[in-house]
């Protein structure tokens, strides 16, 4: 396992990938083609959120996922470039969670709030990250809070930003807002971002919008599927053809968002690699019927889809 600095690792920035996870025929995770995934994500300058919602996470046990944080660590793979997601409804797992990708030297954590307790107060939650991060201490813990209320149902106001920022300065920063409304989006960026909160998109189709105002980068499902080109997008966001190219890859993110994500992309994964492995999820998640596995590929095709963008064609299935 890499040897992780007493020193707190670079900010990170850019695009983040929300890592799908492979499952073997047992429904174990696939340490191999996860290995295989990773490493060609980070050499398309896409950075590691293993554990998102599209990695499957809530249907991860503790155990699993720091048996795979530590795969990936003995793997070579650098832990600057990993932003584990560490959010549970039990306290315990996320400070466990957190303290072990902190004693790695992750660049961070994506932390989503409690979300079997539906309505619950800004206390509550000012608590929950409270408690977290003063049960981890260490000088090293970047929080990168998660807020993502279309399938939580539990968000994360301006004013607990606020508050966490007032207590925690440096420990608490930046976000993924994946509320799919820009309005709020642009009011983290206007509200926080002059004092070093980094506001990450939560969807490649404000990439080019949030840049503009002074975001972080984004943290999207199908960087999993479409590395390259959002990588390129983001490293280029203020070039004359940015909108052109930012329509391209809103096509791209329609098509998979026609059908349930996670499917699709499995289905993309296991077609363009010509791995059958790759279309497994874990109960209560399937993989797509054969009419819209179909459907999904022809899409990308018509779309001069290939995956990792140049790599493997779906036409090939």
């Given at each position: 396992?890499n040897?992780?600095?007493?020193?707190?690792?670079?900010?990170?920035?850019g695009v983040?990938?929300?890592?799908?996870?492979?499952f073997?025929?047992?429904?174990?995770?696939?340490?191999?083609r996860?290995?295989?995934h990773?490493?060609?994500?980070?050499?398309?300058d896409?950075?590691l959120a293993?554990?998102?919602?599209?990695?499957?996470?809530?249907?991860?046990?503790?155990?699993?996922?720091r048996g795979?944080?530590?795969v990936?660590l003995?793997?070579?793979?650098?832990a600057?470039?990993?932003m584990p997601?560490?959010?549970?409804?039990?306290?315990?797992?996320?400070?466990?969670?957190?303290?072990?990708?902190v004693q790695?030297g992750?660049g961070?954590?994506?932390?989503?709030?409690?979300?079997?307790?539906?309505?619950?107060s800004?206390e509550g939650l000012f608590?929950?990250?409270?408690?977290?991060?003063?049960?981890?201490?260490d000088?090293?813990?970047?929080?990168?809070?998660?807020h993502?209320?279309?399938?939580?149902?539990?968000?994360?106001?301006l004013?607990?930003i606020e508050?966490l920022?007032?207590?925690?300065?440096?420990?608490?920063?930046?976000i993924?807002?994946?509320s799919?409304?820009?309005?709020?989006t642009?009011?983290?960026?206007?509200?926080?971002g002059?004092?070093?909160f980094?506001?990450?998109?939560g969807?490649?189709t404000?990439?080019?919008?949030t840049m503009r105002?002074?975001?972080?980068?984004v943290?999207?499902a199908?960087?999993n599927?479409n590395?390259?080109?959002?990588?390129a997008l983001?490293r280029q966001?203020?070039?004359?053809q940015a909108?052109?190219?930012?329509?391209?890859?809103n096509e791209?993110?329609?098509a998979?968002?026609?059908?349930?994500?996670?499917?699709?992309?499995?289905?993309?994964?296991?077609?363009?690699?010509?791995?059958p492995g790759?279309n497994r999820l874990?109960?209560?998640l399937?993989?797509?019927?054969?009419?819209d596995?179909?459907?999904?590929?022809?899409?990308?095709?018509?779309?001069g889809?290939?995956?990792?963008?140049?790599r493997?064609?779906?036409?090939?299935c």
């Amino acid at each position: 396992m890499n040897h992780p600095s007493a020193l707190p690792a670079p900010r990170l920035g850019g695009v983040l990938s929300p890592v799908l996870t492979p499952f073997e025929a047992d429904g174990s995770p696939s340490i191999a083609r996860f290995i295989e995934h990773c490493r060609t994500l980070l050499n398309h300058d896409v950075r590691l959120a293993v554990f998102g919602t599209n990695s499957e996470a809530a249907s991860l046990s503790v155990a699993e996922k720091r048996g795979l944080l530590d795969v990936l660590l003995d793997a070579g793979m650098p832990a600057t470039r990993m932003m584990p997601g560490v959010g549970a409804c039990a306290l315990g797992d996320t400070v466990e969670l957190t303290r072990h990708a902190v004693q790695a030297g992750c660049g961070g954590v994506l932390m989503l709030p409690p979300f079997y307790y539906k309505a619950v107060s800004e206390e509550g939650l000012f608590r929950v990250f409270a408690e977290v991060i003063e049960a981890v201490a260490d000088a090293r813990l970047r929080i990168y809070l998660y807020h993502i209320p279309p399938v939580a149902q539990v968000g994360i106001s301006l004013g607990l930003i606020e508050r966490l920022l007032k207590r925690f300065p440096g420990v608490v920063a930046g976000i993924k807002d994946s509320s799919g409304d820009w309005n709020n989006t642009a009011a983290m960026l206007r509200e926080f971002g002059a004092a070093g909160f980094d506001v990450f998109a939560g969807s490649e189709t404000a990439l080019v919008q949030t840049m503009r105002h002074g975001g972080a980068g984004v943290i999207s499902a199908t960087a999993n599927v479409n590395p390259a080109g959002i990588a390129a997008l983001c490293r280029q966001w203020d070039d004359p053809q940015a909108q052109a190219w930012q329509e391209e890859l809103n096509e791209v993110r329609a098509a998979f968002a026609g059908f349930p994500m996670i499917a699709a992309m499995k289905a993309a994964m296991s077609c363009g690699l010509r791995d059958p492995g790759w279309n497994r999820l874990r109960p209560p998640l399937v993989e797509l019927d054969a009419i819209d596995r179909e459907a999904l590929l022809r899409q990308l095709d018509a779309l001069g889809f290939t995956l990792y963008q140049g790599r493997v064609s779906t036409a090939l299935c």
